[in-house]
């Protein structure tokens, strides 16, 4: 049988079922699928490829999802270090944000972002950011897969001057969007103290509507919770509850700030949470109970949030630093072992994003969405699992090769549809101009 193309790996880690780990096979993709999982030896009686790859030293992963991230956001990467989160917002990111968001900062630091995630061996990501229209052109050029934040705030931005006016490109935007082959929607409203009850209410509506999910910050800082109780004398999430925003299409990223009642309200109501470890770190944010949301059955799925608190979009790193911290916080190393970390960094991701029937791990029917590492770096030597060292040992200079549907978008750690030296020029144009801020 003549096919597309096949990939030979000393390892295939398909994630669904979890803790399986192949050895010495290949998968065999057509028409962006993955038709096969098979033993290397066997493929030659079966198939016959336009493109063949030899992958001796590497294992073969779902490509890596990025559950929350702001991707134009690269260019503030540095700008405003070492300050908590409302500081960092209001003094800093805000303003700049103000003077100089526009169609052009998107679109270049988008495509930043999509070069720096694709080497990083990640193949989706979920956005909340303005001019999404810009961040969607971006995907199709690069051939990422995305979730488009339809972007939500009761404040005028350079995109739009007031919730009506969001509301009404968001709606345009789905509906031009919701045929596309790599990306999704969803709304995204920003957090619940920068989106008031009525426009929360009018999106609610639409959303139950045009059957999108919602993309928010919940519950990321004592500090909300505290002006949340002042303003409307409940805590954040009840809030939320009584607008009718908790459900399974409900997506709520850091809760960091947990009490019992609401982790059993999360699981009754099938919430999905992205957990953004290194930036809730970064920003003194707190600590969101992981190994007590998964033991509840809530799906925990990985984000980086954006370069500009982070400050990379580096998905191993994001891993690596969920299994560590959760087991830190919870005082038990046996909690979020590698196995698991890899699941939230991609089945969990897919999940939280509606698309698990068509990427997140390695399956017959699925995608081609994979990442390949390297791992006899000395680094990563000896391998007595795979899994393992790809969690607690590698790093994202090892990832050589990603494919999107089939497409392959880094070539021996080189971007097929990404043109380097354009964005450096791009990157030292912006540089200019953001340090003359102010």
């Known amino acids: ?104 900062f998107v679109r270049d630091g988008t495509q930043l972002a999509v070069a720096e995630m694709i080497r990083g061996g990640t193949t989706c990501f979920n956005d909340m950011y303005f001019f999404p229209e810009v961040t969607a052109r971006c995907v199709n050029e690069t051939g990422i897969r995305a979730m488009i934040g339809l972007i939500l705030v009761d404040f005028p931005s350079a995109w739009a001057e007031n919730s009506d006016e969001y509301l009404s490109k968001n709606i345009a935007l789905y509906e031009e969007l919701r045929n596309d082959q790599l990306i999704t929607t969803a709304f995204a409203p920003h957090a619940p103290y920068s989106v008031g009850d009525q426009t929360i209410k009018k999106m609610v509506t639409i959303a139950e509507e045009l059957e999108r999910p919602i993309h928010m910050h919940v519950h990321e800082t004592a500090t909300e919770i505290n002006d949340s109780l002042k303003q409307y004398q ?94 830190g916080v919870a005082g038990d190393a046996s909690v979020v072992k590698a196995s698991q970390a890899l699941q939230m960094a991609t089945l969990n991701g897919a999940r939280a994003l509606g698309i698990d029937s068509e990427t997140g791990s390695l399956k017959i029917g699925k995608s081609a969405d994979i990442a ?40 021996s750690r080189s971007l097929t549809t990404i043109n380097i030296e354009d964005i450096q020029l791009k990157i030292g144009e912006w540089g200019n101009r953001l340090r003359k801020m102010g």
């Not at 930036?279 to 003194?284: D, E, G, P, R, T």
């Not at 390297?374 to 899994?387: A, G, H, K, N």
């Not at 200079?397 to 392959?408: F, H, K, L, M």
């Open 1 to 104: 049988m003549s096919i597309e193309s096949l990939i030979f790996a000393r390892w295939i880690i398909p994630v669904e079922p979890e803790g399986v780990t192949l050895h010495n096979h290949a998968l065999a993709i057509a028409d962006g699928k993955i038709i096969d999982i098979l033993p290397a030896a066997e493929v030659g009686q079966r198939y016959q490829a336009r493109n063949t790859h030899h992958l001796e030293h590497h294992a073969l992963i779902p490509g890596l999802i990025n559950s929350h991230t702001h991707a134009a956001m690269s260019f503030l990467r540095g700008i405003a270090d070492d300050l908590p989160l409302m500081e960092w917002l209001q003094e800093h990111i805000w303003p700049c944000e103000q003077k100089w968001v526009s169609e052009a």
């Open 234 to 327: 409940v805590r954040p999430l009840e809030r939320l509850k009584k607008l009718g925003l908790l459900g399974p299409d409900f997506i709520a990223v850091h809760l960091t700030q947990l009490n019992d009642n609401e982790i059993d309200e999360i699981a009754e109501y099938g919430c999905h949470v992205v957990h953004c470890p290194e930036s809730n770190l970064k920003l003194a944010s707190g600590f969101s109970p992981v190994a007590r949301l998964l033991d509840a059955g809530i799906n925990v799925a990985l984000g980086t949030d954006g370069a500009a608190s982070n400050n990379d979009l580096d998905m191993l790193g994001e891993m690596r630093t969920a299994a560590l911290l959760a087991k």
């Open 372 to 411: 390949a590492i390297r791992l006899d770096s000395i680094e990563t030597q000896p391998v007595f699992d795979p899994v393992s060292q790809i969690v607690y040992a590698a790093n994202r200079d090892q990832i050589t090769d990603v494919w999107v549907s089939g497409r392959q978008l880094l070539k």
